[in-house]
């Protein structure tokens, strides 16, 4: 009898710890824990047939922002 009740009493106390166990991971994957981040935006510049000219290129996703060279300057 005594072998009995003390498998039972470890029994619910190895329960009890697997789910104390469990609980910090569903924390860990909630939603609020998802940060968005902004996009890095790298302005090129260019010399081109004599005219200094700009455009922004998108790092995070590789693709330019712009969509034709921009001319900031007329000589080179």
């Not at 609980?23 to 824990?33: G, H, K, M, Y």
């Not at 700009?54 to 996703?61: A, I, Y």
Request: proline share 4%; charged share 20%; with cysteine.
């Amino acid at each position: 009898m005594k072998f009995l009740s003390h498998f039972i009493i470890c029994a619910i106390y190895s329960t009890h710890a697997q789910a104390a166990e469990t609980s910090p991971l569903a924390a860990q994957n909630s939603v609020e824990d998802i940060q968005p981040h902004a996009d890095v935006i790298v302005t090129k510049y260019r010399a081109y047939q004599g005219k200094l000219q700009k455009r922004r290129w998108n790092e995070t996703r590789g693709y330019w922002v712009d969509p034709y060279w921009i001319t900031i300057g007329t000589q080179v």
